[in-house]
């Protein structure tokens, strides 16, 4: 399937009828739905304020816009983020969202803090397409696109929960975000395009480009987009030194193989020594994690300014694959640390609650096509509490 084909089957529901959300819209697009309403342009710039600087979720608090305009814009907007189906913490600090959007599906947000900084992991997509074997997501049948307002709206319930609003310049709990959730960004890329842009905006959330990173299984054709449009750090789901096992571990390298992934990688904008791609390397014993493995990948890597992530494979149930041994991956990293490829090795984070890379499956089922396109704000008003048992299937 095409990219825009994708894009067109698997769309968010249509924000159509009834009330409007203002979450999600660019600025010209907020300026535009202002000017509908009679008033001029910098009352968008007010309301971005509120939005995104002081996290308001309510009109009647925009203190600074008349009572009449307040009252208004109630009428016929709304302030839309996700619901907190169920919220999780791990003995190590991380956090868990399973959050429920306004058809009923349900995607998952991680916060990990640590001492220097605090990063969430946000989602693209509900399940995704692409199948890698090692992945929980994987198993779990694409159902749609997230809409931009569906994932600002992850950053934004995220400051909820860590109190930070209005959007602290010093000392923040979020500082940092990566597109590692459940989903392939590269295939919902005009909605985490939007997105993004709102996140970096610097009268709002302010999150800035160098603090936020991509990661793809391998999208070539989208990559120099992403590059282009966004600036982003890029991280890229290697996993594999040869064609034959890529394909086997991440099924997307069959149309995409290695050598037009690694020109693709060469090719990003923006990349030079200071500002490496990441590659992601996730460990499976007996897999992918031998010493000629580890040779092969410094072969691969040599004239890409790269640093590799070696990513300790996380278990779930029913997995076929198990976790390299400590003697295993030490090894493995001495060898990229002695051809001066930077190599840390990723501490698995809110395993205890399923929330580490790869573990994130949500219960949402592929619905139909109709369905699909239901009125996300007529949705959200007759909204009922979800079922207990869809709340923790599949965690
Ligand atoms: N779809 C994108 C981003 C989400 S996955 C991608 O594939 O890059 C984020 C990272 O977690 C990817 O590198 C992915 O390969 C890795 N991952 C998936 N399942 C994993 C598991 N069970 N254990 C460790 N890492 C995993
Ligand atoms: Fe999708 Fe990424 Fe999981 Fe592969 S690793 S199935 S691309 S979420």
Redesign the pocket.
Known sequence: MSQSAHARSFAPPADTGGRRNLVGLSRTEMEAEIAGLGEPAFRARQLWHWIYHRGATDFAAMTTLSKDFRARLADTHVLWRPQVATAQQSQDGTRKWLLRLPDGQEVESVHIPEEDRGTLCVSSQVG?T?T?R?????TQRLVRNLSAAEIVGQVMLARDALEEWPSPAEGRQLTNLV???????LYNLDNVVKALKIVMDPEGLSISKRKITL???GVVPMMARCGEELGVNL???L?AVTDNLRNEL?PINRKYPLADLLTACRAYPGVHNARRITF?Y?MLDGVNDSPADAHALVRLLRDIPAKVNL??????PG?AYACSTPAAMDTFAAILMEAHLASPIRQPRGQDIMA????LKSASQRLPRTARSVDTLAALEKEKPLPADTAEEGL
């Open positions: 995704c692409l890698c090692f992945c929980h997501t994987g597109m590692m959730g459940m989903g392939e960004p990661s793809t299984s991280a890229v789901s996993h991440v992601e996730v990513i300790p494979f996380n278990p779930w997995t580490a890379c790869g573990q």
